[in-house]
C-alpha cells in the first residue's frame, strides 16, 4: 500500500515559536488529509488537500499541498500551548483506503 | 456531529480469553475503521468495512477478526488474547472510503 514519511517524529519548541511537521511520498498523491490528536484523547480531523500546490490556513495553521502533489507541510506559527499533541497526515492507500503517517508529537514548552 | 462511541474506555483481559470491541457511529456512515495506536508506530488499520456483511483486511490482521451485522455497528474481536494486543483501539467511521475519518474515543486494552 502507499507509504508516507512523516518528519520529524518528536518536536519540542518554545511556546511563541513557530513548528512545521512534512509528509512526503514517492508518489504522486490524490489528496492529503491532516488531523490533530490531543494528549489522551482522538485524532480529529483538520483539513484536506486536493489541489496541487493548495494552501489553505485556519487561524495559525497553514496547511501546503506540494506541487508535484507528493508532499505536504503542515505549519504553526507562534505556537501556543493549546497546539500540545500529535499531528498526523493521512493518504490514500491501497484498495480504497487511507494510510497514516506516523505522526510528529508537538511539545510546547511555556 | 457524527458521533462515534466504543463501548469500552479501558478493558484488562487475561491471555487467552475472548475479547469484543464494540463501535457504534449515528451518521448513517457507509465505511467503518478499526486502527491500533502503539507509540512510535502511528496509526495502523486492522479491518475495515465499507458495507454491512463487508470486511476487509487491513495492514495487520493477524489474530483479529470482525463483524458488521447492522450499518451502525463495527465490532473487533480478539479471538484469544494475547499481550503482543495490548493496545490503544480506534474506531473510525467515514462517508465515503477515503474521506474525513470520525474516531471514537478508544479503548485502551491491557492483556495480562
Known amino acids: 500500500g502507499q507509504q508516507v514519511m512523516q518528519i520529524p517524529q518528536y518536536q519540542h519548541v518554545q511556546e511563541g515559536e513557530d513548528f512545521t511537521t512534512y509528509c512526503n511520498s514517492s508518489?504522486?498523491?490524490?489528496?492529503i488529509q491532516w488531523y490533530k490528536q490531543r494528549p489522551g484523547g482522538h485524532p480529529v480531523f483538520l483539513i484536506q488537500l486536493v489541489k496541487s500546490g493548495e494552501v489553505k490556513k485556519q487561524k495559525r495553521l497553514t496547511f501546503q499541498f506540494g506541487e508535484a502533489k507528493k508532499n505536504s507541510s503542515l505549519h504553526i506559527t507562534a505556537t501556543q500551548t493549546t497546539d500540545v499533541g500529535t499531528y498526523f497526515c493521512?493518504?490514500?492507500?491501497?484498495?480504497?483506503?487511507?494510510?497514516f503517517g506516523i505522526g510528529t508529537k508537538l511539545q510546547v514548552i511555556p | 456531529d457524527v458521533k462515534v462511541t466504543q463501548s469500552s474506555r479501558y478493558l484488562v483481559k487475561r491471555t487467552g480469553e475472548k475479547v469484543f470491541l464494540e463501535c457504534v457511529q449515528d451518521?448513517?456512515?457507509?465505511?467503518m475503521f478499526w486502527y491500533r495506536q502503539d507509540p512510535g508506530l502511528g496509526l495502523r488499520l486492522i479491518y475495515f468495512?465499507?458495507?454491512?456483511?463487508?470486511?476487509e483486511k487491513g495492514d495487520i490482521p493477524e489474530g483479529y477478526s470482525v463483524s458488521r451485522e447492522k450499518k451502525e455497528r463495527f465490532s473487533l474481536i480478539l479471538e484469544s488474547a494475547s499481550t503482543n494486543q495490548t493496545s490503544m483501539y480506534l474506531c473510525?467511521?467515514?462517508?465515503?472510503?477515503?474521506?474525513?475519518?470520525?474516531f471514537g474515543p478508544g479503548t485502551r486494552l491491557t492483556v495480562t
Open positions: 508518489t504522486t498523491l490524490s489528496n
Open positions: 473510525a467511521s467515514s462517508l465515503s472510503r477515503r474521506g474525513e475519518q470520525y
Open positions: 468495512s465499507y458495507d454491512v456483511k463487508m470486511k
Open positions: 451518521m448513517d456512515h457507509e465505511n
Open positions: 493521512a493518504v490514500p492507500g491501497g484498495y480504497q483506503k487511507v494510510t
